[in-house]
Each structure stands twice: as structure tokens, then as C-alpha cells.
């Protein structure tokens, strides 16, 4: 265990921690065994069933919270500790926010931790759930997910485009719940777009079989099979085979477009990079392009590119966050 792990353990047990460090440090435990286990062992020596909040029980209370500094004495790496016997009121404190995270951890909570990731413009990111699936957060997307799985299923929620590759479960389905869709899944491959404003969604899937259907009407819904894709415009569903594969090399920073219109790709860059793009005549920006930016060139070199193809002029306000492209 390293000085690290050290000082988070003792600013926990002395009460020093934020509530965001405590909740890190407990998604922290749940995801490494060595450190649960030391954790366990640690709440253990200290005596918590024994430990009392009344007055007239505290020197009972600091007989018991010695007794556990003396054994932490006997790991070197653990000699932060020692000090903490000067904090035995604080212990005693500390009893019922102690209590509930040894039932969290040991699986007795009810309710799982609800967690958020999210992709800020011109980035992308990459997480690993706790069944084991991956997940790629493209620029301006939103995840949320449990810190731990019900035996029933796993749900998460995604606001964005991403892609999932889906740990396989017999008994245990992975739902992707966004806007007004559900998609469910045991294991598989597949990618989701869904924007807020944009007036579709997109699933395409990769490998596996995925069902789409509109929430709480599952019955209604379609399955899609490898390398088909469905756009989901209020209730009505059309599927078709995946247009533009490359398209998910966003993953891996790159933006591939394949004879799209340029006022569609300038509407995605909108997206992408959190800026209002203004555009004075849309009929300028119908012309077809197919091609691919780095995610890291940023907004304006790629406007600079899109000029070479089809010329027009390119006004940024700054301080708005406004660019605006004109004749």
C-alpha cells in the first residue's frame, strides 16, 4: 500500500475528508480487492460494534480506538496512524458513516452510487465498467452509471455518442437507456448517437444483436444484426446497412466523413466543439465532401480545410463563442 493510499485512509478515519473524496475512495476499494480487504481489516480493528456515541460511554470508546492504533504499530507503513488516537471523539462521531460504507462494501447497501462522466468539447475519453464492458465518450457526452450492477440487469444512461463494448452476460442484459430509446443487449459491440437537438438517433451495430425499441414498449421493437444501423426519428424506425464504417474511428480521434453534405458535417462540428455556427447561406454548403480531421486540429483549422473545397469567409466572435461563415 502505497503513502498515497496512506493519507487517504487516515484523512478518512480523522474525519478530514471531503464528501467527494470519500465517495472516490470507496469507487476506489470497490475496484481494487488488496484495498478492500486492508479497508475491512482496518474497520475491524477499529472496533465499531463497540464504540458508542453517549457521553458516559467515551473512555470505553478511546480504551477500544487504542487498542486498534496499537495494532496498526505493527505495520511500519501504517505509523500515520498512530497519531489518530488523538482523535477518539472524532471516532465516535464517525460510527454511522462507518457502519454504512462496511454494508456498502460487503453488499448489504440497496442502493448503488450513481456516477457521471463527461467528454468536454474537442475531447473524447475511454472508461471500463465494473462487469468488465468499455465505453468510449465522444466530445460533448454524458454517461451515467452505477457504481455497481443490480443482479438483475445493468442499465446505464447516455446523452452523446459512444461506444459500447458490451462484457458478455447470459443473465444479466445491458440496457443503454437515451431520450425516449432503450436498447438491450448481453454482449456486443455497438455504437449510439444521440445529441440533444439532433432530431434523430442513431444505433449502429458491429458485432452481436441488439434490440431497439422505444421505452416501455419492448415488445415493439427490432433487432438489428451486425453491420446495420437504425435511425430512429420520433416513433418511426428505418433500418438500414451501416453508411460510413470509418465513421468510428472517432474513437480514435479522428472524424471521418463519407459524401456528406457539408452543412450536415458543419451541424456535427457544432456538436463536437461546442460552438454556434452560424451559416448565412445554407445552399452554399450543399455540396458533398468525403475526407477526415484529427480531433486535436480544433474547429478552426478545420473550417480552414472545408474552405479549400468550397470557399467562404469565416467570422469568429470569441467572446460569444460564435462563428459565423458567410459568402
Do not use: C
Not at 116 to 139: C, F, K, M, S, Y
Not at 175 to 203: A, C, E, W
Amino acid at each position: 500500500m502505497n503513502s498515497e493510499i496512506d493519507s487517504r485512509l487516515l484523512q478518512y478515519f480523522s474525519g478530514e475528508s471531503t464528501v467527494g473524496e470519500r465517495l472516490e475512495l470507496i469507487r476506489r476499494i470497490e475496484n481494487d480487492g488488496l484495498l478492500k480487504a486492508e479497508f475491512i481489516r482496518l474497520q475491524n480493528l477499529n472496533a465499531v460494534s463497540q464504540l458508542s456515541a453517549r457521553p458516559t460511554d467515551r473512555s470505553e470508546g478511546e480504551i477500544h480506538f487504542k487498542a486498534f492504533t496499537n495494532q496498526l504499530k505493527w505495520n511500519k507503513q501504517r505509523r500515520l496512524f498512530v497519531n489518530i488516537v488523538k482523535y477518539a471523539a472524532i471516532a465516535l462521531v464517525l460510527m454511522a458513516s462507518t457502519v454504512w460504507v462496511t454494508l456498502y462494501l460487503s453488499g448489504a447497501a440497496t442502493e448503488p452510487i450513481m456516477n457521471t462522466l463527461h467528454t468536454p468539447a474537442g475531447q473524447r475519453a475511454q472508461i471500463t465498467l465494473q462487469d468488465g464492458t468499455e465505453v468510449w465518450l465522444n466530445a460533448q457526452s454524458t454517461l451515467r452509471y452505477p457504481s455497481r450492477f443490480s443482479k438483475r440487469n445493468r442499465e446505464v444512461e447516455i446523452t452523446g455518442e459512444a461506444f459500447f463494448d458490451v462484457a458478455q452476460e447470459k443473465k444479466r442484459p445491458f440496457i443503454v437507456s437515451t431520450q425516449h430509446i432503450n436498447m438491450k443487449v448481453l454482449g456486443t459491440r455497438f455504437n449510439v448517437y444521440s445529441y440533444p437537438g439532433v432530431d434523430y438517433i442513431q444505433t449502429s451495430l458491429i458485432e452481436g444483436s441488439v434490440k431497439v425499441y422505444q421505452a416501455g414498449d419492448e415488445k415493439s421493437g427490432i433487432i438489428l444484426k451486425p453491420d446495420e444501423q437504425v435511425i430512429i426519428r420520433g416513433n418511426n424506425m428505418t433500418i438500414s446497412d451501416v453508411s460510413n464504417p470509418e465513421h468510428l474511428l472517432w474513437r480514435n480521434g479522428v472524424y471521418a466523413f463519407n459524401n456528406e453534405r457539408l452543412i450536415v458535417i458543419i451541424e456535427k462540428l457544432q456538436l463536437y466543439y461546442d460552438v454556434e455556427i452560424i451559416v448565412e447561406d445554407p445552399e452554399i454548403f450543399n455540396v458533398r465532401y468525403t475526407g477526415k480531421f484529427r480531433q486535436r486540429d480544433g474547429i478552426d483549422e478545420i473550417l480552414r480545410i472545408l474552405q479549400k473545397i468550397q470557399s467562404f469567409k469565416i467570422k469568429r466572435d470569441r467572446d460569444n463563442n460564435i462563428i459565423t461563415l458567410t459568402k
